[in-house]
T-cell receptor, first 114, second 113 residues
Framework: EPEVTQTPSHQVTQMGQEVILRCVPI?????FYWYRQILGQKVEFLVS????????KSEIFDDQFSVERPDGSNFTLKIRSTKLEDSAMYFC????????????FGPGTRLTVT | DQQVKQNSPSLSVQEGRISILNCDYT??????FLWYKKYPAEGPTFLIS?????DKNEDGRFTVFLNKSAKHLSLHIVPSQPGDSAVYFC????????????FGPGTSLSVIP
C-alpha cells in the first residue's frame, strides 16, 4: 500500500542552524502539507502546497520557514535558523485532490534543537 | 485559539464495550469533520469523516455523529478492541479552505483487555 515517507526520523541540530526535512508523498497525490506537533500539544497546520506554490499557510509559518518540491517526488521543509521552540515532531501529509478530506500522513521527523 | 476542543484528555474502556470520544467546535464555518488515530512514533491515520450535511456516518465499528446545532461531534467505536488503544484527534475544516485542517488536542483511549 502506498505511503508517505519522511527522512530523517530524528534530527538533532544546534540553535541557529538550518535544517531540511524531507518527505516523499504518495505518487499520484497533488496536494502536500506540513504539520507540527510540539510534545504534549496538538497537531498544528503549517502550510499546504499545490502546483509548485504555497496555497495556504498558518501564522506559525513565518519567514524562517520555506517549502519546496525540488523534483517530481520530494517535498521539503526548510527551517533557516532554528530556535529552541522549533523542537517538535514534523509531519508531512498528502492528498489526492483538493476536495479530498482524507490526508495521508507520514511517520514524522522528530526535530530536536539544542 | 481553540476552535476544536476535545475536553477529555484520556478515556479507559473495557474490551468489547463502546468507546465514545467527544469533540466540540466553535467555528460555524466548518463544514467537514474528520477523526484521526495516532499510535506512538507514527503519523496520524485517517479513520472516518463526515460532511456537515449529514448527521451520521458509519464505517464498520466506527460511527461519527454530528450535531450541528450544538457544534458537537462524537466518535463511537463498537466493540472496542485493545488495538484501538491510541490517541484520537478530531479535526475540522471548511470548503473555502480545504487545505487548512484544524486539529483538536486529542483524547488518549485505552482499551483494557
Amino acid at each position: 500500500e502506498p505511503e508517505v515517507t519522511q527522512t530523517p526520523s530524528h534530527q538533532v541540530t544546534q540553535m541557529g542552524q538550518e535544517v531540511i526535512l524531507r518527505c516523499v508523498p504518495i505518487s499520484n497525490h497533488l496536494y502536500f502539507y506540513w504539520y507540527r506537533q510540539i510534545l504534549g500539544q496538538k497537531v498544528e497546520f503549517l502550510v499546504s502546497f499545490y502546483n509548485n506554490e504555497i496555497s495556504e499557510k498558518s501564522e506559525i509559518f513565518d519567514d524562517q520557514f520555506s517549502v519546496e518540491r525540488p523534483d517530481g517526488s520530494n517535498f521539503t521543509l526548510k527551517i533557516r535558523s532554528t530556535k529552541l521552540e522549533d523542537s517538535a515532531m514534523y509531519f508531512c501529509a498528502s492528498s489526492v485532490s483538493e476536495s479530498s478530506y482524507e490526508q495521508y500522513f507520514g511517520p514524522g521527523t522528530r526535530l530536536t534543537v539544542t | 485559539d481553540q476552535q476544536v476542543k476535545q475536553n477529555s484528555p484520556s478515556l479507559s474502556v473495557q474490551e468489547g464495550r463502546i468507546s465514545i470520544l467527544n469533540c466540540d467546535y466553535t467555528n460555524s464555518m466548518f463544514d467537514y469533520f474528520l477523526w484521526y488515530k495516532k499510535y506512538p512514533a507514527e503519523g496520524p491515520t485517517f479513520l472516518i469523516s463526515i460532511s456537515s450535511i449529514k448527521d451520521k456516518n458509519e464505517d464498520g465499528r466506527f460511527t461519527v455523529f454530528l450535531n450541528k446545532s450544538a457544534k458537537h461531534l462524537s466518535l463511537h467505536i463498537v466493540p472496542s478492541q485493545p488495538g484501538d488503544s491510541a490517541v484520537y484527534f478530531c479535526a475540522a475544516g471548511d470548503k473555502t479552505s480545504y487545505d487548512k485542517v484544524i486539529f483538536g488536542p486529542g483524547t488518549s483511549l485505552s482499551v483494557i483487555p
